[in-house]
């Protein structure tokens, strides 16, 4: 590991605020807001000749789902240097030093919500997913009808565990989707339901259980109206109570006209909705992923369990040595593994294969962007076959 750097302890705390202070423009007053989740031993800081931190780089552990299994994932958040400090390398040293640890950890991969994608990408992150923030005219959602009526209910603080437990049964489904703790829950259903909305379906055979749950705020809005509804999440088991939910969502268009929600770009909710806004972006950012552990991530996920097929890989990583050189990868029954060795037919780098494994990306468009090389059309269609085939959705911004 570079000789500027050293993991953090406890008695670093102090100097990793500053750091975070300066980079994000925090206020004095959120300090306990912004420490409260930091894991001094899970951060990487720089120091100075003087023992002063000068960058910081901070893990939060998730799971992510890909293919119906939880992956271990390190979440980079946040990332930061002290202004004076910066363009010399600091950035790229702090993200890139935490990668033997994270393999040591089982952290097969690292994700992040970049601020720039060109220092991520340097050291071998590749864009794997948007996220975007919309603003959806009430009335399209208040039209939405269910084939067969789903019995919603306003939701209860009693509710609220059966919630988090609605949504680890229910986002397994969902590549992309990461699992979440107690304090990463209140942040976004506050455990009273301090100013949330809550409405539930009742799961239809066993009790105490959810089929679905909406939750939204209420925000200001633009005159003459008198609010408009912020989405926190909706989800449900089945389609009409997916609809039944999003009805009820949009139902106060009368008085809140404006319902803001974020989802992947290409969001299931357009298979729903019967109206097109072509206004509706209000922005779009895209996260990124980094296979930690090339062999492990590939162990890790789920893959077609129809599927079957082999493809040589020569991958090019700079920053995780481990990584790089001649690897076979084979898929069948829903497993897949990476074994050293073979004839490098498709060139890949490490972001190339990130993006690919994520679902993101194509093996074919890879190619036209210079992540992949082959001479072997049979190999490139393979690698697309045996590939997820759409990509995932993350909706917590960590
Ligand atoms: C972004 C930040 C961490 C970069 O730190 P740094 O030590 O200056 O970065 P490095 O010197 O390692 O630069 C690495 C690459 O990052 C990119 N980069 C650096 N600063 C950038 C900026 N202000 N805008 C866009 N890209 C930037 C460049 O591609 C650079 O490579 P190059 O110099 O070869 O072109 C630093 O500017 C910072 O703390 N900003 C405020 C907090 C923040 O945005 N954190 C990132 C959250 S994801």
Redesign the pocket.
């Known amino acids: 590991m570079d000789e500027r750097l050293r993991f953090g302890t406890p008695e670093d705390l102090d100097g990793i605020w500053d750091?975070f202070h300066l980079?994000?423009g925090a206020k004095d007053a959120d300090r306990e807001l912004w420490t409260a989740g930091l894991d001094t031993r899970r951060a990487l800081v720089a120091t100075d000749a003087h023992g002063a931190i000068t960058?910081a780089s901070h893990i939060r552990p998730f799971r992510q789902w890909f293919g119906g299994r939880a992956v271990p994932l390190a979440g980079?958040s946040?990332?930061?240097?002290?202004?004076e400090?910066?363009?010399?390398?600091?950035?790229?040293?702090v993200t890139a030093g935490h990668f033997a640890d994270l393999r040591d950890r089982g952290e097969v991969i690292a994700g992040?919500?970049?601020?720039?994608v060109?220092?991520?990408r340097?050291v071998g992150f590749e864009l794997a997913g948007s996220y975007v923030h919309r603003r959806l005219p009430a009335a399209l959602l208040g039209a939405l009808r269910p084939a067969e009526p789903a019995a919603v209910r306003r939701g209860r603080i009693a509710d609220v565990a059966a919630v988090h437990r609605c949504y680890d049964r229910l986002s397994r489904r969902i590549d992309g989707a990461v699992t979440r703790d107690g304090p990463w829950w209140s942040r976004r259903l506050p455990p009273d339901l301090a100013d949330t909305v809550l409405y539930v379906i009742d799961h239809p055979t066993e009790a105490g259980e959810l089929d679905g749950y909406a939750s939204y705020r209420m925000a200001s809005a633009r005159p003459p109206y008198d609010y408009s509804v912020v989405v926190s999440e909706v989800q449900a088991a089945t389609a009409d109570g997916l609809r039944a939910l999003w009805r009820t969502v949009g139902s106060s268009g009368s008085q809140a006209p404006d319902v803001d929600v974020i989802g992947a770009g290409e969001d299931p909710l357009f298979l729903l909705l019967g109206g097109a806004d072509p206004t509706s972006v209000r922005s779009e950012i895209r996260w990124m992923l980094r296979l930690v552990d090339a062999a492990g991530a590939v162990a890790a996920r789920g893959w077609s369990p129809v599927l079957r097929g082999r493809v040589d890989l020569a991958i090019a990583d700079d920053h995780a040595p481990w990584n790089a050189g001649p690897w076979q990868l084979e898929v069948e029954g829903g497993e897949a593994r990476l074994t050293p060795g073979g004839a490098g037919t498709v060139e890949i780098s490490i972001q190339g294969l990130s993006s690919w494994w994520a679902g993101y990306a194509s093996a074919r468009t890879l190619s036209t962007t210079g992540h992949l090389r082959t001479a072997d059309e049979q190999a490139l269609a393979t690698l697309d076959g045996l590939g997820a085939s759409s990509a995932p959705t993350l909706v917590d911004f960590y």
């Open positions: 750091v980079g994000f960058a980079y946040p990332v930061a240097v002290l202004p400090h910066r363009g010399q390398g600091l950035g790229r040293a992040l919500f970049p601020a720039s060109q220092l991520y340097s």
